[in-house]
């Protein structure tokens, strides 16, 4: 390495700190300030030293990990698969992201950017979209490795691999230390972060600039709900959205917890926490929505910001009725989301459709009151697609437009006997079963045809899935598992006095208390 402040000066500097230790100075200053000196210790010491990282305890299971770095290496060191110990690169192979962070145990390490998988030796086992990459071979391409070795349950690790062993140096040290038993002390673990707020946005950028002028595939932004965000991240959530042009689908007031935890936060409703960042605008969609209040709603349709429904989970999690027909009075677009909770563990469209048609029906005489056959239909064609980047594109049957259609079959929907006076909507939605689709197209691309799929083979898959999902679980799957069994009596604890109910009761409700 070339050096200029290796020079005489430096070393004549040097006589003050090496006189009797009751006389001698400090090193001369630029030792401390000068970042080629820097550079210097770095290539003469640290980059052919043994560094300490941390205690083998750490990482005592196969797939524990905790993280570390040195010399601006970041490091992960891993428990692999036989039990042995090893120290890492975390730095991905593709374009540079850490595929390892804070501490935890895991399987794999998947890179967060492309989803490169690495088994816990660094080994490149899956590399999605470079399979048509000319040369490129996974067995290639692993993770930097470092030297590692264990002396009384410290963790060394080196980064020359020639370097010597570490232990025969120690010897007498560890002849010196005997009786303290190092090697069976154990100690807590620095606790670092394991949440970086800047993920998400190198990501974003990342999949927006790769996608948004693919016509199939759009990238917009969901944050999951407001008690996961802090307010940093509703600042970032509304710059990118604005910056961008792109949707925001987040859900907001599911549950009346929200709604109280809202008003604990911020001393308002969630919608008026999140306004003040901005975030209340044409491009987003609230999932939910079931404990908005009527000035909510105002708000909501006067910024022309729109609600998914989701009328099925909302039961099932007993989460409580969404104001559906106040939405529809007040002007806001409305769709139709399954939120992972359907009544039969499917994604059945053609029966959420009916749901919602049923669910709002308050008494009454007045049909305006209540979902008609074609707001239904509205809400899960053109009303879901301006929820999200397609809302342009599809939604409708026109020239230009994509041609997403779903046919069926009239007679399984007529027979045996359908008055003729009955409008088409009115049969297709209160008869029509999934049975009754013959054909799925997308984008004029047929996917489902005669009780076939084109693009998967459906047997394939679901035994695929059988067979993965009936698996023994992992060690850790079976920790959770009763972590969240122990832990389920103090969450209900918590909650027991969270909200007062005179205080949430909704505005709308489809029936009298007495
Ligand atoms: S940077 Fe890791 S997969 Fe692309």
């Not at 560094?51 to 570390?68: D, K, Y």
């Not at 929820?387 to 026109?398: A, C, F, L, M, V």
Request: proline fraction near 4%; hydrophobic fraction near 40%.
């Amino acid at each position: 390495m070339k050096t200029n402040i290796l020079n005489d000066q430096l070393f004549a500097d040097f006589q003050s700190s090496i006189t009797a230790i009751d006389e001698a100075q400090m090193l001369p200053p630029v030792c401390y300030t000068d970042g080629e000196f820097h550079e210097f210790e770095k290539e003469a010491i640290f980059n052919h030293e043994w560094l300490c990282v941390g205690r083998e305890s750490w990482a005592r299971v196969p797939g524990e990990f905790f993280t570390t770095s040195h010399c601006g290496e970041p490091i992960v060191v891993v428990r692999n698969r036989d039990g042995v110990l090893k120290a890492l690169s975390t730095v991905c192979q593709h374009r540079a992201m850490l595929v390892a962070e804070g501490h935890g145990r895991t399987k794999t390490f998947l890179c967060p950017y492309h989803h490169w998988v690495y088994s816990l030796d660094g080994q490149l086992i899956g590399a999605p979209a470079m399979e048509r990459a000319c040369g490129f071979d996974k067995k290639q391409v692993r993770l930097a490795e470092f030297k590692l070795e264990i002396w009384l349950g410290f963790v060394f690790i080196n980064f020359d691999r020639d370097a010597p062993p570490l232990a025969p140096r120690l010897e007498a040290l560890r002849m010196a230390v005997e009786n303290y038993k190092a090697e069976l002390a154990d100690g807590p673990r620095p606790d670092g972060s394991t949440t970086y707020p800047w993920n998400w946005k190198v990501m974003f950028r990342s999949l927006h600039s790769k996608h948004h002028n693919k016509r199939r595939v759009k990238i917009q932004l969901a944050p999951a709900n407001l008690h996961w965000c802090s307010d940093n991240a509703l600042t970032a959530l509304s710059d990118a959205s604005s910056k961008y042009d792109v949707p925001m689908h987040m859900h907001l007031n599911e549950t009346a917890y929200q709604k109280e935890y809202a008003w604990r936060r911020g001393n308002c409703t969630a919608l008026e926490y999140i306004d003040r960042f901005g975030m209340v605008n044409e491009r987003l969609t609230l999932g939910h929505g079931v404990w908005l209040n009527e000035k909510d709603i105002d708000r909501l349709a006067a910024a022309r910001s729109c609600v998914c429904h989701n009328c099925s989970s909302n039961f099932r999690l007993r989460s409580g009725v969404a104001a559906l027909n106040h939405f529809e009075k007040m002007g806001i677009n409305t769709a139709i989301g399954i939120d992972e909770a359907g009544i039969n563990d499917d994604r059945d469209m053609l029966q959420e459709m009916k749901l919602v048609l049923r669910a709002h029906r308050v008494p009454g005489m007045i049909e305006a009151d209540v979902p008609t056959m074609a707001q239904v239909l509205r809400m899960a064609t053109v009303g879901g697609a301006r929820t999200t980047p397609y809302g342009s594109s599809i939604g409708t049957i026109e020239i230009g437009k994509a041609a997403d259609m779903v046919l069926l079959d009239w007679n399984s929907i007529a027979y045996p006997y359908l008055d003729e006076l009955t409008p088409t909507l009115d049969a297709v939605l209160q008869r029509a079963k999934n049975q009754a689709v013959t054909m799925t197209m997308c984008d004029g691309e047929v996917i489902y045809h005669d009780g076939k799929f084109t693009k998967v083979d459906k047997t394939e898959a679901l035994k695929a899935l059988h067979d993965d999902l009936s698996r023994a679980l992992a060690d850790d799957e079976v920790e959770r598992r009763k972590l969240s069994v122990a832990i389920l009596p103090h969450v209900r604890k918590f909650y027991s006095g969270y909200i007062d109910p005179s205080k949430h009761e909704p505005f709308y409700r489809p029936s009298s208390m007495i």
